[in-house]
T-cell receptor, first 116, second 117 residues
Framework: SQTIHQWPATLVQPVGSPLSLECTVEGTSNPNLYWYRQAAGRGLQLLFYSVGIGQISSEVPQNLSASRPQDRQFILSSKKLLLSDSGFYLC???????????????FGQGTRLTVV | GDSVTQMEGPVTLSEEAFLTINCTYTATGYPSLFWYVQYPGEGLQLLLKATKADDKGSNKGFEATYRKETTSFHLEKGSVQVSDSAVYFCALSDQERIYNQGGKLIFGQGTELSVKP
């Protein structure tokens, strides 16, 4: 069966410090991968998606970047955190395109980032 | 472009009350529709889904019917429990997004449900 791991679960970082959040998926190949952010009391904002190794699409211009160095690894980074980067970050995956539009996305447990 | 609109929350109900959370969508073609649930401090879990018109998704006492004529996918439960307190998200996926936009799901803004004993 497929699983998704996201870490760390919580993180407190000072303004101006770097960030690296990691997400890995097991039990599948060629997944589509996604990073979402959820601000307190708000909906989900898609930040990045990736359809393959090294292929990153950005949805919202911001202080963050994403990378996919391996098929099942997705990393969210920042060189210098801002206070506004605080939020709940969720990684998700979907099966590859040839399986169609009917499959759901599977989410990790999230990382609570507080920038102080 | 595609969009999902949910009723605003928070929704507060007493235990055993009937629940309806409205969801309407705008999409080209024939999207698949999903309901996700998010418990406090956790990620999203799929609650149910429907992939074509008139399909009914159901799980854990929750139901939703894909109504193409009204472009709706309302979530219902006959008798809610305190443990159903969570945020509920309606989402869609269509064929165009699969091939052109990384297969991303389009989410509604979420509806917070609070059930009191």
């Amino acid at each position: 069966s497929q699983t998704i791991h996201q870490w760390p679960a919580t993180l407190v970082q000072p303004v101006g410090s770097p960030l690296s959040l990691e997400c890995t998926v097991e039990g599948t190949s060629n997944p589509n991968l996604y990073w979402y952010r959820q601000a307190a009391g708000r909906g989900l904002q898609l930040l990045f998606y990736s359809v393959g190794i090294g292929q990153i699409s950005s949805e919202v211009p911001q202080n963050l970047s994403a990378s996919r160095p391996q098929d099942r690894q997705f990393i969210l980074s920042s060189k210098k955190l801002l206070l506004s980067d605080s939020g709940f970050y969720l990684c998700a995956w979907r099966p590859p395109f040839f399986l169609g539009a009917n499959t759901e996305a599977f989410f990790g447990q999230g990382t609570r980032l507080t920038v102080v | 472009g595609d969009s999902v609109t949910q009723m605003e929350g928070p929704v507060t109900l007493s235990e055993e009350a009937f629940l309806t959370i409205n969801c309407t969508y705008t999409a080209t073609g024939y999207p698949s529709l999903f309901w996700y649930v998010q418990y406090p401090g956790e990620g999203l879990q799929l609650l149910l889904k429907a992939t074509k018109a008139d399909d009914k998704g159901s799980n854990k006492g929750f139901e939703a019917t894909y109504r193409k004529e009204t472009t709706s996918f309302h979530l219902e439960k006959g008798s809610v429990q305190v443990s159903d307190s969570a945020v509920y998200f309606c989402a869609l996926s269509d064929q165009e997004r699969i091939y052109n936009q990384g297969g991303k799901l389009i989410f509604g803004q979420g509806t917070e449900l609070s059930v009191k004993p």
